[in-house]
């Protein structure tokens, strides 16, 4: 994940057990990269798979609906024509 020249940056602090620091560490000497893109990265992949599995839910959500089930149906049933208004 590359990060823009214009975003702002700012120092966080938190706690990591020892052993996943020391994997972390690991894979930023094989990679050549720094801890902070490392944390970077996993932060913004976790933040995307949240935002996955609250649509997800969603859809759930919906589909689970009835009134709204056939409501989507109807406005569905256009067979893809498009209409000027």
Same mark, same amino acid.
């Given at each position: 994940m590359a990060l823009s020249r214009n975003s702002s940056m700012e120092k966080v602090t938190f706690n990591i057990s020892t052993e996943l620091k020391e994997k972390v560490v690991?894979?930023?000497?094989?990679?050549? $990269?720094?801890?902070?893109? $490392?944390?970077?990265?996993? $932060?913004?992949?976790?933040?995307?798979?949240?935002? $996955?599995?609250?649509?997800?839910?969603?859809?759930?959500?919906?589909?689970?609906?009835?009134?709204?089930?056939?409501?989507?149906?109807?406005m569905g049933s256009d067979n893809g024509d498009l209409y000027e208004y």
């Open positions: 690991a894979l930023k000497e094989d990679l050549q $990269i720094s801890l902070s893109a $490392i944390y970077n990265e996993a $932060i913004a992949n976790y933040l995307k798979q949240k935002e $996955i599995e609250r649509w997800r839910r969603g859809v759930s959500m919906a589909l689970e609906d009835k009134e709204y089930m056939a409501l989507a149906k109807e």
